[in-house]
């Protein structure tokens, strides 16, 4: 058989695109998010009493005289210490970025129906600008 017809050995799929690791794939869900805090990230505690730092983020998309804004709910479960101060002492107006693990949850709203909600814990936060401070107008 010519060289060029012979069939090229090939590594199976799996092992070629995971060549970086042994372990079997497992389905995650990861979310990016780039935008303004709402307001001050607040300390509360779940039914079960754990600690945890909820915010919301505000991500805007579509033309100018007609722009939408997302909100996004996100909970960080950091332990007490700088991480936590750090995110507890961030601006209304702050705009972060956001890496966070993400998950759909049912629940029964107030009116015995169920609803869905995505619920996203953050991993990382990094702040790319701080609100411009207030000037206190000067008398004149």
């Not at 780039?34 to 983020?57: C, D, F, K, N």
């Not at 005289?65 to 107006?93: C, D, H, I, M």
């Not at 129906?113 to 411009?132: D, G, W, Y």
Request: net charge positive; aromatic share 6%; charged share 20%.
């Amino acid at each position: 058989m010519h060289p060029i017809l012979r069939p090229i050995p090939r590594a199976p799929l799996l092992t070629t695109l995971r060549a970086f690791s042994t372990t079997p794939p497992r389905p995650i869900a990861k979310i990016t998010i780039v935008g303004r805090l709402a307001a001050e990230p607040e300390l509360t505690a779940t039914s079960s009493g754990q600690e945890m730092v909820r915010y919301a983020v505000g991500t805007s998309y579509g033309p100018r005289e007609n722009r939408q804004t997302n909100w996004w709910r996100v909970a960080s479960f950091a332990p007490e210490g700088p991480a936590r101060a750090y995110l507890t002492g961030l601006e209304k107006g702050t705009l972060v970025y956001v890496e966070g693990d993400c998950s759909m949850r049912s629940f029964e709203n107030s009116e015995g129906k169920m609803q869905s909600a995505l619920s996203v814990v953050q991993q990382k936060i990094e702040v790319l600008k701080r609100p411009e401070p207030k000037s206190e107008a000067s008398p004149m």
